[in-house]
């Protein structure tokens, strides 16, 4: 009979969320779960975003069902229109484009489960971020310095991103770069995974 706390795996591929969970949690094991992420016709940024949470960590823990696993997603939301990650120059700069001068909300969706003992809690956490009205020969500038092609909405927070707001606001600090760790810490506590 196996004792002690359950294995942690962060079901992401994300060099972000593996930093931001390494904060709070010294040990666990990353795993990239295989999910399309295509939008479902007329699907919601933050209905998006849980139901790629929750399909991410469940695929992980199917194939590792003693685990304890977490999934997230992160969607960009302008007007009601999920913003992908960019993947080049060009794209970036449209998104940008489309975001200066406007409120664009971040839909970060955690799913906390195990297939052993049955749990699964899920989070959707809503960061507002106000951009500035930003010119075409600054976003250049910006993207040339900041390259965030694999990021939602264009930029990297963690990185010169702020230089493009005007305002955040958010409960969790670190749920715009993608894992509201406030969050995490308390569903690992309520699960008994030991953080300190």
């Given at each position: 009979?196996?004792?002690?706390?359950?294995?942690?795996v962060l079901?992401?591929?994300?060099?972000?969320?593996?930093k931001l969970?390494?904060r709070?949690?010294?040990?666990?094991?990353?795993?990239s779960p295989?999910?399309?992420?295509?939008?479902?016709?007329?699907?919601?940024?933050?209905g998006?975003?849980?139901?790629?949470?929750?399909?991410k960590?469940?695929?992980?823990?199917?194939?590792?069902?003693?685990?304890l696993?977490i999934g997230?997603?992160?969607v960009?939301?302008l007007?009601?229109?999920?913003?992908?990650?960019?993947?080049?120059?060009a794209?970036?700069a449209?998104?940008?484009a489309?975001c200066?001068?406007?409120?664009?909300?971040?839909h970060?969706?955690?799913c906390?489960?195990?297939v052993?003992?049955?749990?699964?809690?899920?989070?959707?956490?809503?960061?507002?971020?106000e951009?500035?009205?930003?010119?075409?020969?600054?976003?250049?500038r910006?993207?040339?310095?900041?390259?965030?092609?694999?990021?939602?909405g264009?930029?990297?927070?963690?990185?010169l991103g702020?230089?493009?707001?005007?305002?955040?606001?958010s409960?969790d600090?670190?749920?715009?770069i993608?894992?509201?760790?406030?969050?995490?810490?308390?569903?690992?506590?309520?699960?008994?995974f030991?953080?300190?």
């Open positions: 009979m196996k004792s002690g706390p359950p294995k942690l079901a992401s591929g994300s060099e972000y969320r593996r969970l390494s709070i949690c010294g040990n666990f094991e990353c795993v295989q999910v399309d992420e295509t939008p479902r016709d007329g699907e919601k940024p933050a998006l975003a849980n139901r790629l949470a929750i399909a960590a469940r695929s992980v823990a199917e194939a590792q069902p003693a685990d696993v997230s997603d992160q960009a939301d007007h009601g229109n999920p913003l992908g990650k960019p993947g080049d120059h794209t970036a449209k998104q940008l489309a200066s001068g406007q409120e664009v909300v971040f970060t969706a955690v906390i489960c195990s052993e003992t049955g749990l699964e809690e899920t989070c959707v956490d809503r960061t507002i971020v951009f500035r009205d930003l010119s075409e020969a600054e976003i250049d910006y993207l040339e310095k900041d390259k965030p092609w694999d990021c939602a264009s930029f990297r927070s963690e990185g702020a230089v493009l707001f005007r305002s955040v606001s409960s600090p670190t749920a715009l993608g894992l509201p760790l406030i969050w995490v810490a308390a569903a690992l506590r309520r699960a008994k030991p953080l300190l």
